[in-house]
């Protein structure tokens, strides 16, 4: 449903927080690992969410990735928005350009639920949300074995 920057970025942004909730930064390197993405690919994502003032890049021996305000004050809608854009949470789930209770598609009418679910758990969830789940062990960024 989300692009592969869109899954990163949100990814990233959950690792960077669980390092900022204990004083780190990160580097690009030390990001892709925990996440699972390739580096160059990680970095292009890294400066979109930076030049989009979710993140902020610091210079220096002490400096890396860190987020551009709290946590509890980013929500996964904030990330999801910037990089894939509002249409992807409005959009025909078969990709019609076109798509309406007028003229449905097959699963119109089955996936108005589900989008207006996605949508309120996405508005509802903040990265400090995601991010203590992670920090718990409860959840991962990265699936070690996937088969």
């Known amino acids: 449903m989300f692009s592969k920057s869109c899954e990163y970025s949100i990814r990233s942004a959950i690792y960077i927080a669980s390092l900022q909730r204990i004083g780190r930064r990160a580097g690009v390197k030390e990001i892709a690992e925990e996440i699972g993405s390739p580096a160059a690919f990680t970095a292009k994502i890294l400066q979109r969410l930076v030049k989009l003032k979710i993140l902020k890049s610091v210079k220096g021996p002490r400096g890396g990735f860190c987020l551009e305000k709290s946590a509890d004050r980013i929500y996964i809608l904030d990330i999801v928005v910037a ?34 679910h996605l949508n309120k758990l996405l508005r509802k969830t903040t990265l400090a949300q995601a991010e203590k789940s992670y920090s718990t062990g409860d959840t991962v960024l990265k699936l070690i074995n996937e088969i």
């Open 83 to 116: 990089i894939d854009g509002e249409h992807v949470l409005q959009d025909c789930i078969l990709g019609f350009k076109k798509c309406s209770s007028k003229k449905p598609c097959p699963l119109h009418d089955k996936f108005i639920g589900v989008r207006e």
